[in-house]
């Protein structure tokens, strides 16, 4: 864990360093989406599409597993923006390699995704937002050579940073929490749901 917050700053100071450096850049001839929008700042407005990489770790319900692991995916979605205020939503999907033994029992996550709305305030080009929604995701467990899945939904809510690199493109870096909700497991006889932080730094191309 204290390997993971040291990664964690060392992206959060490499993003600041770039933003600053972005700052001085000019943002070209990229219209905003919007009309309350000052002149020579950058415009957070319009689609985008990206990829990411992060690592989570969590903990399943009635069951001592702990699975953790990397993750990556990608990730899209829409801002409006009206003077320093940013709105927008975001959907992702992910492939994860979080897993964990113990004992007979072995569960994994291979795979989650989110639906998310997100609000944030821009200083030009570095976006501070907060982000809550959908979360929905697989839970498979396994005994005795025996495996069962099920696919669940739940919720998410996490903080986040994004600076402008670029008229076109963003990096960001990201923490979400993930309540994917319980189901009976025949293999366990109890409910068993999976909980879970993620970190994630991604890039986005803005249209």
């Known amino acids: 864990m204290r390997r993971l917050v040291l990664i964690v700053v060392a992206l959060m100071a490499a993003g600041?360093?770039?933003?600053a450096r972005a700052a001085d850049l000019s943002y070209g001839s990229r219209a905003p989406y919007t009309v309350n929008q000052p002149l020579n700042s950058y415009s957070w407005a319009g689609p985008y599409l990206g990829g990411n990489l992060g690592y989570d770790w969590g903990s399943v319900d009635n069951n001592p597993t702990?699975?953790?692991g990397v993750s990556g995916g990608v990730q899209g979605g829409y801002n409006w923006q009206n003077g320093p205020w940013v709105f927008g939503v975001e959907?992702?999907?992910q492939a994860t390699g979080a897993d964990d033994t113990f004992a007979p029992w072995k569960f994994s996550?291979?795979?989650f995704g989110t639906v998310r709305g997100r609000a944030g305030?821009?200083?030009n080009n570095i976006l501070f937002y907060g982000t809550a929604?959908?979360?929905?995701?697989?839970?498979?467990?396994?005994?005795?050579?025996?495996?069962?899945s099920h696919t669940n939904a739940g919720w998410t809510a996490g903080v986040g940073a994004e600076f402008g690199l670029a008229p076109n493109w963003s990096a960001k870096i990201e923490y979400l929490y993930v309540d994917?909700?319980?189901?009976?497991?025949?293999?366990?006889?109890?409910?068993?749901?999976?909980r879970f932080g993620t970190v994630r730094a991604g890039v986005n191309y803005h249209f």
Do not use: C, R
């Open 66 to 68: 702990k699975p953790s």
């Open 133 to 148: 929604g959908l979360a929905f995701g697989e839970l498979t467990g396994e005994t005795f050579g025996l495996s069962e």
């Open 109 to 111: 996550n291979p795979w």
């Open 91 to 93: 959907g992702d999907i």
């Open 180 to 194: 994917l909700t319980d189901s009976n497991f025949l293999l366990t006889g109890m409910p068993n749901g999976y």
């Open 121 to 123: 305030y821009a200083v």
């Open 16 to 19: 600041w360093t770039m933003a």
